[in-house]
């Protein structure tokens, strides 16, 4: 199972950056697709995730009305549009997948994690 995160980099506040997360190597149907970031110095925190069968989305409340999670069936792969970003989402972004009616709010619970891609956010 490979999770491959991509889309990071450097953008002023109120700039718009897309992450993606090309998944592979089982199907995820029965699975939420999720990223997570952690800042540094900072515990790895929930940001959004999406069932991935029926497209129920979920999010943190800091990032409601900012970003939008998404998918894309036919290539497998997971969007984060993140708009009107602040200084405070800069931080390492994961993509990770887990059961679906597992805690998608607690890290630990994540079965597949993709590497970090870095997202800054200057002011």
């Known amino acids: 199972v490979q999770l491959q995160a991509s889309g990071g980099g450097l953008v002023q506040a109120g700039g718009s950056l897309r992450l993606s997360c090309a998944a592979s190597?089982?199907?995820?149907?029965?699975?939420?697709m999720a990223w997570l970031r952690q800042a540094p110095g900072k515990e790895r925190e929930f940001v959004a995730a999406?069932?991935?069968?029926?497209?129920?989305?979920y999010y943190e409340d800091s990032v409601k009305g900012r970003f939008t999670i998404s998918r894309d069936n036919a290539k497998n792969t997971v969007y984060l549009q993140m708009n009107s970003l602040k200084p405070e989402d800069t931080a390492v972004y994961y993509c990770?997948?887990?059961?679906?009616?597992?805690?998608?709010?607690?890290?630990?619970?994540?079965?597949?994690w993709g590497q970090g891609t870095q997202v800054t956010v200057s002011s």
């Open positions: 990770a997948a887990l059961r679906w009616s597992s805690d998608y709010k607690d890290a630990g619970e994540y079965e597949y």
């Open positions: 190597g089982r199907s995820f149907s029965s699975y939420r």
């Open positions: 999406i069932r991935w069968s029926a497209g129920t989305t």
